[in-house]
C-alpha cells in the first residue's frame, strides 16, 4: 500500500499493531505533508527499525507529470498513474487563493452528453494516494500552497465514495494538509443515496450538485443519472442536507446554447430553487472537438443571471479559465492519448 493512502487513524493502528507508540502517526505525518521527504530514509527522528519496518509494509512513490499547460491564472496537469492510465487535475488562482479540481476516478460512468472526461467510460477509482498526490505534486510543481480543493474532475466521486471520505480526512486533518473544511468541495451529478450517505458524515465541506437543467425533460437528454434520480429525488435530499447540516448547496449549472439559456430555464430554475439556502454558478461551457454542444453567448449568460437575481437567488459567473489550454475536463487526456496513438 502506498503511504499517502492512511489516514493518522490508519497509522495509529498500525503502530499499535506493531507495538510501537501510536504518536509514531504524527511524526510520520509531519515528515509526509509538512516536511514533503521523498523517502523514509529522510525521517531522522523515527528509529532505524521502524524505518525498515515501514519501507517494508509502504511505498512513498509518487506519480508522474506527463504534461503541464498553463494560461492566465490556470495550470493544467496531466497525471501518468502506476498502472499507466492517465488523469487530470487543473489549479486556478482566484483572487481568494488558489483552486485545485482533482480527479476521482478514471473515466466516468455518468454518461453526461457535454462532458469530454465521460467518453471514457469508468476503468477504475482512484486510490487515496492517487487523490492526495494530485494536490502535493501540483504544490511542488510550481511551489504555491493549494488553499482550495474541489473534487470535481474526472470521475463522479460519489461513485468513489470510501476512498473520497479518506482522501477528505487526509487533506483536512490539521497533522496532514490542513486545508480547511469550508475550502473543499465535493460535486455530484445526483446520486440520491450518496448525498443520504454524505449528510450523515457531518463533515463540514461543501457540497455541490451538478445541475444543469431545471427540469426532467431537458435535464433526461443531457444527463442520464436523472432517469435514475430524477430531480424531484435530488431536491428532496438536498433539502434534507440543508436542514442537518445548515450549510448552503452550490448548483452548478453549465450554459450551453440552445439547451438550458432560454428565459423560461432561467425563470424555472429560480422557481424550483425558491426559498432553498442555494446559490447558483453559471459556468460558461469549455466546447471540444469531440462533443457538438456550443458554449451560451455572453450577453445571452448575463440575461440569465439578470432573471435569477430578480427572483433572489444567489448567483454568480464563474470565471473563465483555460482558453489558452484544453480547458474541459478529460480534454488534455483526450488530446495526449491522440497524439501518442
Not at 55 to 66: F, G
Not at 88 to 111: Q, R
Not at 249 to 262: A, G, H, P, Q, R
Request: with cysteine; net charge positive.
Amino acid at each position: 500500500m502506498n503511504i499517502y493512502s492512511m489516514t493518522l487513524k490508519d497509522l495509529e493502528t498500525y503502530f499499535i499493531n506493531i507495538g510501537e507508540k501510536k504518536f509514531k502517526a504524527i511524526q510520520v505525518y509531519d515528515w509526509l505533508y509538512k516536511k514533503r521527504v521523498k523517502s523514509f530514509d529522510e525521517m531522522t527522528n523515527v528509529k532505524k527499525t521502524v524505518i525498515d519496518k515501514l519501507k517494508e509494509d509502504y511505498k512513498i512513490n509518487k506519480l508522474k507529470i506527463l504534461k503541464v499547460q498553463n494560461g492566465k491564472d490556470v495550470h493544467k496537469y496531466l497525471f501518468e498513474l502506476h498502472d499507466g492510465n492517465k488523469i487530470e487535475a487543473v489549479l486556478m488562482n482566484h483572487d481568494y487563493g488558489n483552486s485545485l479540481c482533482i480527479s476521482t476516478e478514471v473515466g466516468c460512468n455518468m454518461g453526461c452528453a457535454f462532458c469530454e472526461s465521460g467518453r471514457l467510460k469508468k476503468i477504475r477509482g482512484l486510490d487515496v494516494y492517487e487523490m492526495v498526490l494530485q494536490v502535493l505534486e501540483v504544490e511542488e510543481n510550481i511551489n504555491v500552497r493549494v488553499s482550495h480543493v474541489v473534487l470535481m474532475g474526472i470521475g463522479e466521486p460519489f461513485d468513489n465514495y470510501d476512498n473520497v471520505m479518506k482522501f477528505i480526512n487526509i487533506i483536512n486533518s490539521d497533522y496532514g494538509m490542513a486545508i480547511g473544511s469550508r475550502h473543499i468541495t465535493v460535486s455530484t451529478c445526483g446520486i440520491v443515496p450518496k448525498i443520504k450517505e454524505f449528510t450523515k458524515e457531518k463533515l463540514g465541506v461543501n457540497l455541490a450538485i451538478s445541475l444543469h437543467a431545471p427540469n426532467d425533460e431537458i435535464r433526461n437528454k443531457i444527463m442520464k443519472i436523472n432517469k435514475v434520480y430524477p430531480l424531484k429525488e435530488i431536491m428532496s435530499a438536498v433539502k434534507d442536507y440543508i436542514k442537518e447540516t445548515n450549510r448552503k448547496v452550490t448548483f452548478e449549472y453549465i450554459m450551453l446554447k440552445d439547451i438550458n439559456d432560454s428565459k423560461n430555464c432561467a425563470l424555472e430554475l429560480a422557481h424550483l430553487l425558491k426559498g432553498i439556502l442555494a446559490y447558483v454558478n453559471l459556468i460558461p461551457y469549455n466546447e471540444t472537438s469531440h462533443i457538438e454542444f456550443k458554449k451560451t453567448d455572453k450577453n445571452k449568460i448575463m440575461e440569465f443571471y439578470d432573471i435569477l437575481k430578480k427572483n433572489k437567488i444567489n448567483v454568480t459567473v464563474r470565471k473563465e479559465f483555460g482558453s489558452e489550454v484544453s480547458a474541459a475536463c478529460g480534454q488534455l487526456r483526450s488530446n495526449y492519448e491522440e497524439g501518442n496513438r
